[in-house]
């Protein structure tokens, strides 16, 4: 299938996400992405707080209406993750890892997240996949920088933020096609095993609620949880939590 893409660009938003949402009820098609210079309510997972001062990154947010069955809309995160990395490869010569799910990180520090809406409306229900990338370095707080990182700090100049939104519309527009095809899932789940250190033998923290699990990582379930082996050796499935890298940290 093949993913047209229509670019609405704003000076400002609150947030990308909110404004592709509200077109989508108003019954956008899919493929509508919305692109501002700023947003002044940026948001992450969990409700976190996405810094986004103007110029200082790509604030991005797509419309999709999957033709899959909802069993495997978990992998919209894990498609817009594979698409950045694209993205930074092609416009930056960056190569960026990925921590589950959603996560971009080049030296172990965030240049890039990923956030995935699902809401309804009268054509039926649709995804709202949100990506922000650190392209230069005012892109995040003083205060965060031994954990964030921009494309301007690790290569040594700021990219175009045309560039680089030419080069993740496309590669979106690639990686779903890709799963609407046959065994699409699984060829998602696969790919971003390849792509992210996280994927095997990474001992992690996962905080799911008030619970923490620590264990290794033994790769993805097709619907995209990661499969975290425990100290007694059995196979938990985690959906939706928060992952630390316990590599060389104490306790």
């Known amino acids: 299938m093949e993913l047209k893409a229509t670019i609405l660009r704003y000076e400002s938003l609150p947030s990308t996400n909110t404004e592709a949402a509200n077109q989508a009820r108003r019954g956008a098609p899919e493929g509508l992405c919305i692109v501002a210079r700023a947003q002044t309510q940026g948001r992450g997972r969990q409700g976190r707080t996405w810094a986004?001062?103007?110029?200082?990154?790509?604030?991005?947010?797509?419309?999709?209406?999957?033709?899959?069955?909802?069993r495997w809309w978990p992998l919209l995160s894990l498609l817009g993750a594979l698409a950045s990395r694209d993205a930074l490869r092609e416009a930056c010569a960056l190569v960026a890892d990925i921590k589950w799910p959603n996560d971009l990180l080049v030296e172990e520090r965030k240049i890039g997240g990923v956030l995935a809406e699902v809401i309804e409306t009268e054509l039926g229900r649709a995804c709202i996949l949100g990506i922000g990338l650190n392209l230069r370095d005012g892109a995040f707080p003083r205060e965060i920088r031994a954990t964030a990182t921009s494309v301007e700090r690790v290569s040594g100049e700021a990219p175009d933020t045309e560039t680089v939104l030419q080069a993740l519309v496309r590669a979106i527009a690639d990686w779903y096609?890709?799963?609407?095809?046959?065994?699409?899932?699984?060829?998602?789940?696969?790919?971003?095993?390849?792509?992210?250190?996280?994927?095997?033998?990474?001992?992690?923290?996962?905080?799911?609620?008030?619970?923490?699990?620590?264990?290794?990582?033994?790769?993805?379930?097709?619907?995209?949880?990661?499969?975290?082996?425990?100290?007694?050796?059995?196979?938990?499935?985690i959906y939706s939590a928060d992952i630390v890298s316990l590599r060389g940290v104490a306790g």
């Open 52 to 70: 986004s001062p103007p110029g200082a990154g790509l604030y991005f947010s797509i419309v999709l209406r999957p033709r899959i069955e909802a």
């Open 177 to 237: 096609g890709a799963l609407h095809a046959p065994a699409g899932p699984e060829r998602i789940c696969r790919e971003w095993e390849a792509s992210s250190s996280y994927a095997f033998n990474r001992r992690v923290r996962a905080t799911v609620g008030s619970e923490t699990i620590e264990g290794l990582t033994r790769g993805l379930e097709l619907d995209g949880a990661l499969r975290l082996e425990t100290e007694d050796g059995r196979i938990e499935r």
